[in-house]
């Protein structure tokens, strides 16, 4: 089944969660979930991608490409001697996860679409995709809405120490992924996780709730997308935030005053100032997404100037 025909005969919507590792993205996805009702489903891709791992055609073949050093004591798939191959800028270990990536991507593609076709007709409002590489295998086309969870780099690094990785693990996992500003350039929304409080949890689920509301509309992630998207900066609620400008012809809607944010000129533009998500007083803005039924776009590079 081709990308474009399992949009065409999905009806359950589904938003893809997008973030750096160490974001804390996997669990805003799975506690905003929690206890929702019509439920949602969320579907973790690297679990997906573990049990495929376990697959006996998929270890064989893997053995084959790899040698039987990718086994470990119990004749399982161990995904750090594998990952030690093919994660890195030598051309053998790119050579490698190409190869890797033909053998197991279809598989775990083809367990989404089943899990996705069987929320559809389960009774859940909404499925969650959960996926670190969601655009590097062009599983975006199976989603509706992209959100990017952006975190603190200090915080992110803290919880990446915490997994037992180094830095040069870490860069080396990065390096076969999209940057994170492609990333963000991707997201319709960008929400910032602290990782120490539930502000998140809470901005993605009055979110998706609220975009669920929205009369239906053609995916905008079909093959590409020209949404911009502009990072929360940590602990800034000036500078580079979230300004909501619809497109050109919903200029109109930006130019009334959200409540507890003061207007502002952005590079001569009188679009007003929208914080974070994550803000309890963004809430309004959060609720009248719904008013708007096309695509939301959220405009890059818009810095708030200095009062004179």
Not at 114 to 125: D, P, T
Request: glycine content about 6%.
């Amino acid at each position: 089944m081709t990308s474009q025909s399992a949009i065409s005969t999905r009806k359950v919507p589904v938003v893809g969660i997008l973030g750096a590792i160490g974001s804390g993205k996997s669990f805003v996805a799975r506690s905003a979930a929690v206890d929702v009702e019509p439920p949602w489903l969320v579907l973790d891709a690297d679990r997906v991608g573990h049990e495929v791992l376990r697959e006996a055609t998929v270890r064989t073949r893997l053995v084959e490409l790899f040698t039987s050093q990718i086994l470990g004591a119990d004749g399982e798939i161990d995904r750090r001697q594998l990952a030690a191959q093919v994660f890195g800028e030598l051309p053998t270990q790119q050579a490698a996860r190409k190869q890797l990536e033909q053998v197991v991507h279809p598989q775990i593609r083809s367990r989404l679409l089943r899990q996705i076709e069987h929320a559809a007709h389960s009774g859940y409002a909404a499925v969650i995709l959960d996926a670190a590489i969601l655009l590097e295998t062009g599983w975006r086309t199976l989603c509706d809405l992209l959100v990017y969870i952006d975190t603190d780099e200090v915080d992110r690094h803290t919880q990446i120490a915490g997994r037992g990785w180094s830095m040069e693990e870490l860069a080396r996992r990065e390096a076969s992924q999209w940057s994170l500003d492609a990333k963000r350039s991707v997201a319709d929304l960008v929400i910032f996780n602290d990782l120490k409080t539930n502000a998140a949890t809470t901005a993605l689920r009055d979110a998706i709730q609220t975009w669920l509301k929205r009369p239906p509309v053609t995916s905008s992630h079909a093959e590409s997308s020209d949404v911009e998207t502009i990072a929360q900066e940590p602990g800034n609620a000036v500078g580079q935030n979230g300004v909501s400008s619809f497109v050109k012809s919903a200029a109109s809607l930006c130019a009334v005053k959200w409540p507890n944010d003061e207007p502002g000129p952005f590079s001569g533009m009188g679009w007003p100032l929208v914080r974070s998500l994550t803000n309890f007083e963004s809430a309004w803005w959060c609720a009248n997404l719904s008013i708007w039924h096309q695509p939301l776009k959220i405009t890059s590079q818009l810095v708030r100037q200095p009062s004179p």
